[in-house]
């Protein structure tokens, strides 16, 4: 059974840095794609961040660039996001996922198979 469990969420100031992990089981961690989604009550799943098997292909959002990094230890079976310059528009729940496909929009939700129950990052002003 495959489970991907994200920790590493909390409070934090704006300006601040946090790093999420989410740890996969039940699969060969390093032949499968992973992502970063983040949802707003009331809206859809939206794509922060999404990493290749092997690491070489990563991709991010558009209000993340330049703030978020993205990377994955295999060897842990666990995947990271490095978040810097925390906004509070940043404050939202983040869901971990992974998949096998790597298509033209990593970024979309219906590329993957499983899903964390998510961790919550509060960002205070």
């Known amino acids: 059974q495959v489970q991907v469990v994200e920790s590493g969420g909390g409070l934090v100031q704006a300006g601040g840095s946090l790093r999420l992990s989410c740890t996969g089981s039940g699969l060969t961690f390093r032949n499968y794609a992973m992502g970063w989604f983040c949802q707003v009550p009331g809206k859809e799943r939206e794509g922060v961040s999404a990493?290749?098997?092997?690491?070489?292909?990563?991709l991010y959002s558009d209000s993340v660039k330049g703030r978020l990094t993205i990377s994955r230890d295999d060897a842990k079976n666990t995947l990271y996001l490095q978040m810097n310059g925390l906004l509070p528009e940043d404050t939202t729940m983040y869901y971990c996922?992974?998949?096998?496909?790597?298509?033209?929009?990593?970024?979309?939700?219906?590329?993957?198979?499983?899903w964390g129950k998510g961790t919550k990052l509060t960002v205070s002003s």
């Open positions: 990493i290749k098997w092997g690491g070489g292909s990563t």
């Open positions: 996922a992974t998949g096998v496909a790597w298509g033209s929009s990593p970024l979309l939700a219906g590329y993957y198979d499983y």
